[in-house]
């Protein structure tokens, strides 16, 4: 290390070490417009000597000076891409790496690693290179793979604020802090140095492992000079250990990019990573396609593909300048691929296929599949390599690589070598799309398990809101519904199974089922939570839910709750905006079995708001769940424009704590009572003439209301259900209410537990025909038991 070098920063830096590095700046001319004391250092010639002449002179090139014997280059990427000329003479638009050797009259030859990154913008420097001496790599446990260049800067450079502004961009695996730490330290310094790590790399670094080319290349010159001297030479071992080298280092290749692919589950994530792998040290340009069924979460193709199998381009990786490729081939498009392509045999076959060189009629051939772009001069004179992406043997979709003309062509070992990274990056992608495919099962599944609330029902407004869990599966056993009662009243439910998965969502499903039709039965609310406990141990062992639930009565203004273990409602009054937790029996949870339910009444007033939750809103591991119940209180009672603002306001005051694993449901609800003056009950007799006083009750109740309009189609309605009532119905007595609120709500109460049923009457029948005409008319219509017998209902639209 040069002396003038300060010492090693601290280990959080992870930095190994640093080195005097040559810095040169070329402008658009090829002229040298910047040459560090580093260069002058490494190269020779002096800043006086070296500014304003041509770079390709001065730098290890392959060139006169080659010939002339001061540099002895090797070709750019160890002998996989062009060298330094190509970059100096506009040849290349992307970065660029590689060795040369240096070997000047009265001092030791040097091997030098260079690197070049094209400079865009409105100066006119165009190019910046950097030059080290590999010498000062390569130590026992160091390999040049594992080298790239930090950040190159000189004070002396007039554009060293831009350059500095644009560090990140030019070495994509840097931070913004670390690079106004090299930045600061450099400008301090005023001396070009190489900063490397051995845990990161960028996209440019010399490829296929530096030293051990050049051990071989020092083999291969030792066996020709060995020959030219007459002495035998054991070129079957010389052979064996070239093929053993590269062998290795194309499996070293392939074990890191198996480290840089797979890092997620996200299939649009794996898509990225996969491309990112091998450009540019493998390919120029990666295009990635896959089936459509892939993209879409459909599961797994049928089929082998044909020419009419439609293929989606999801990436497109590059080293051109940007935007190049962005028109012509947009990321997005989906296309098919005819026979007569490589791309179609390709999928077919599923094997590899190598195109040397992209000739003018193939490349005519695929530009015919791009319709009005003409992508020949993205394609033709390149190289190129199509490798299927497989699992289970089935074609997936398949990757386009092309190298530049520039670069060597793709041979026998890159179609191996290509073919081993497809697989690989399949088997990734496969895994990426299960995920994708059980995560849209599972969410499909918990959709339709939730229930669609209707967001207004009698006397009472409902707003819900549902979040799935962070686990895997994204899918829970939380849900929320509201149900129809007699009596103008609503059931409200939120409950919660014990776990996550498909199993949680298979048994909420079962449940939420079940008090769905127990609820139809009006039973009351603790003793439809121990119908539901028995439920659940009939079930299995394992079956272990929390559930609320509730019944609002808008006439009487009062609700009846029961609880099993679940987490207490709030209710928010409309008094004074106050808000508190409900004292419930807590109860044990659903499955458990032998423990009673208690029911506890509940007065409200119109406009109260009560708020039911699961525990994964107001729960947080490793924090003590009275501070969620608080803070949905305060929340609760914030003041709201609507019923979705305010469980939004909700949402935002709990779910930004952090550390929330579980699935959320959230059931708000407006309890706005019915005015008495919207109710009208009389009681009936079982008097065949009862019939025809209620048709004049309705007739002048719906008067009294304004609705004349609906007095024909109540007074046929009324007379019907009455009727039945009459004729059918055990007891003494049956009741006839009419509830205004949002519409017109007709119930009949009597004392028979007999529900009626729709008859099919033949045209000579004289009865049958009254529950088929109340399904015609009205808007809904239903039949329910009660404690005391039954009730029959419809209901009509107001006008």
């Not at 000076?65 to 638009?93: H, K, M, R, V």
């Not at 997620?264 to 390919?283: C, G, K, M, N, Y």
């Amino acid at each position: 290390m040069d002396s003038g070098v300060p010492p090693t920063p601290p280990q959080q830096y992870a930095v190994a070490g640093r080195i005097p590095l040559a810095v040169v700046v070329v402008d658009g001319d090829g002229l040298v417009s910047h040459w560090s004391t580093g260069a002058r250092r490494l190269l020779g010639p002096t800043r006086e000597e070296a500014v304003g002449r041509l770079a390709v002179d001065l730098l290890p090139v392959t060139g006169a000076l080659a010939a002339e014997g001061e540099y002895d280059s090797y070709d750019g990427y160890g002998g996989l891409g062009p060298g330094l000329d190509a970059s100096l003479n506009g040849l290349t638009s992307y970065p660029a790496a590689g060795r040369a050797r240096l070997a000047e009259p009265g001092r030791e030859r040097v091997d030098v690693l260079w690197w070049a990154y094209p400079m865009v913008g409105p100066g006119e420097e165009r190019l910046l290179v950097l030059a080290a001496d590999a010498a000062q790599f390569v130590g026992e446990d160091q390999s040049v793979e594992r080298i790239a260049p930090g950040f190159a800067l000189h004070t002396e450079f007039p554009g060293s604020d831009e350059l500095a502004r644009r560090l990140p961009e030019i070495l994509p695996s840097m931070s913004v802090q670390e690079s106004t730490r090299i930045v600061s330290q450099v400008l301090d310094l005023g001396y070009p140095v190489l900063e490397f790590s051995h845990h990161d790399r960028v996209p440019v670094t010399p490829d296929w492992g530096v030293p051990r080319r050049a051990e071989r290349k020092a083999r291969q010159e030792a066996a020709e000079a060995a020959a030219a001297a007459g002495r035998a030479v054991d070129t079957a071992d010389l052979e064996q250990d070239l093929e053993y080298a590269a062998v290795r280092e194309r499996l070293e290749f392939l074990n890191e990019v198996s480290g840089r692919i797979g890092s997620s589950l996200d299939l649009a994530r794996t898509i990225q990573e996969v491309s990112a792998a091998v450009v540019p040290r493998f390919t120029d340009v990666a295009g990635t396609y896959l089936r459509e069924q892939v993209i879409a979460g459909e599961g797994f193709p049928d089929g082998p593909p044909d020419a009419t199998t439609m293929w989606h381009r999801v990436a497109v990786e590059h080293v051109d300048e940007p935007g190049r490729w962005d028109d012509v081939v947009p990321v997005g498009e989906s296309m098919p691929f005819p026979e007569h392509t490589p791309f179609f045999q390709c999928m077919t076959t599923g094997d590899p296929v190598l195109v040397p060189r992209i000739s003018e009629q193939m490349g005519t051939a695929i530009a015919s599949q791009f319709e009005k772009r003409d992508i020949r001069p993205l394609i033709s004179g390149r190289s190129m390599l199509v490798v299927p992406l497989k699992a289970r043997n089935v074609v997936l979709g398949f990757m386009i690589l092309l190298r530049h003309p520039e670069r060597a062509l793709f041979n026998d070992m890159d179609r191996v070598t290509g073919a081993e990274l497809a697989a690989r990056a399949g088997l990734v992608l496969d895994n990426a799309r299960m995920y994708t495919y059980q995560e849209n099962v599972a969410e499909t599944l918990q959709d339709s398990m939730l229930p669609q609330v209707t967001p207004r029902m009698a006397g009472c407004d409902t707003a819900t809101r549902y979040l799935p869990g962070t686990l895997l599966g994204r899918v829970g056993g939380d849900w929320f519904d509201s149900i129809k009662l007699p009596g103008s009243r609503t059931a409200l439910v939120v409950g919660d199974v014990m776990g996550h998965g498909l199993n949680s969502a298979a048994m909420m499903g079962q449940l939420r089922t079940a008090v769905q039709t127990m609820a139809a039965l009006d039973l009351p609310p603790e003793q439809l939570l121990r119908n539901l406990d028995d439920l659940a141990q009939r079930l299995g062992e394992h079956y272990l839910a929390t559930c609320l639930y509730a019944v609002y009565d808008p006439i009487g203004n009062e609700l009846q709750m029961a609880n099993a273990g679940h987490v207490p409602p709030v209710i928010v009054r409309a008094a004074d905006g106050r808000s508190e937790l409900l004292d419930l029996p807590t109860g044990a949870p659903i499955g458990v079995g032998g423990v009673p339910f208690r029911c506890v009444r509940v007065p409200v007033a119109p406009g109260d708001r009560l708020v039911m939750c699961t525990d994964g809103l107001v729960e947080v591991r490793g924090e003590d769940i009275g501070v969620g119940l608080a803070t949905l209180c305060e929340s609760a009672a914030h003041p709201a424009a609507s019923m979705d603002d305010a469980c939004d306001t909700i949402i935002r005051s709990l779910n930004t704590r952090g550390g929330r694993k579980d699935d959320v449901a959230l059931l708000m609800a407006r309890l706005n009572g019915i005015d008495p003056e919207d109710v009208a009950v009389w009681e009936l007799s079982r008097e065949p003439r009862e019939a025809a006083r209620a048709r004049r009750l309705v007739l002048g109740q719906l008067r009294s209301w304004g609705l004349a309009e609906l007095t024909e189609t109540v007074e046929l309605l009324v007379s019907e259900v009455v009727t039945n009532a009459i004729r059918h119905a055990s007891g003494r007595s049956a009741e006839l209410r009419l509830v205004r609120a949002g519409s017109l709500l007709c119930e009949v109460a009597d004392e028979d537990h007999n529900l009626p049923a729709m008859l099919d009457a033949r045209p000579a029948d004289e009865l049958g025909r009254g529950l088929r005409l109340v399904s015609s008319l009205a808007r809904e219509w239903g039949t329910s038991r009660t404690t005391e017998g039954k009730t029959v209902w419809f209901e009509l639209a107001l006008p």
